[in-house]
């Protein structure tokens, strides 16, 4: 198993930028094929971005493309995820999530691991 604890969310204006780092305990954490989600208010869990085992190939929606960035550490066990140019859509909590085996990414039932969140707010 590997536990998650997101961290550097906050309050920032539209146009700014935030990053947010999940890191990761237990099983080692390059076995692990990683992902950030968010959920805003009244809305389902969406798909913000993923990255393979080694970091080689990355994943976003056409909504977060070009404005966020995953990346990730194996050595600190920490990924990561730069935000830019914020929106107030933008607005969640967002989440860390991993699961092993397949590179399949943009569901988030195909995640066995889950940390608790942490809260972004764009204000206009």
């Known amino acids: 198993q590997v536990q998650l604890v997101e961290s550097g969310g906050g309050l920032v204006q539209a146009g700014g930028s935030l990053r947010l780092s999940c890191a990761a305990s237990?099983?080692?954490?390059?076995?692990?094929?990683m992902a950030w989600f968010r959920q805003g208010s009244g809305k389902e869990r969406e798909f913000v971005a993923a990255i393979t085992w080694s970091g080689s190939s990355t994943y976003y929606p056409d909504s977060v493309k070009g404005r966020f960035t995953i990346s990730r550490d194996n050595a600190k066990n920490t990924v990561y995820l730069q935000m830019i140019s914020l929106k107030s859509e933008d607005t969640a909590v967002y989440y860390c999530?991993?699961?092993?085996?397949?590179?399949?990414?943009?569901?988030?039932?195909?995640?066995?691991?889950w940390g608790q969140g942490t809260q972004v707010t764009v204000s206009s």
């Open positions: 999530a991993a699961r092993r085996g397949s590179s399949r990414y943009y569901e988030p039932s195909w995640y066995a691991y």
């Open positions: 237990g099983r080692a954490f390059s076995d692990y094929f």
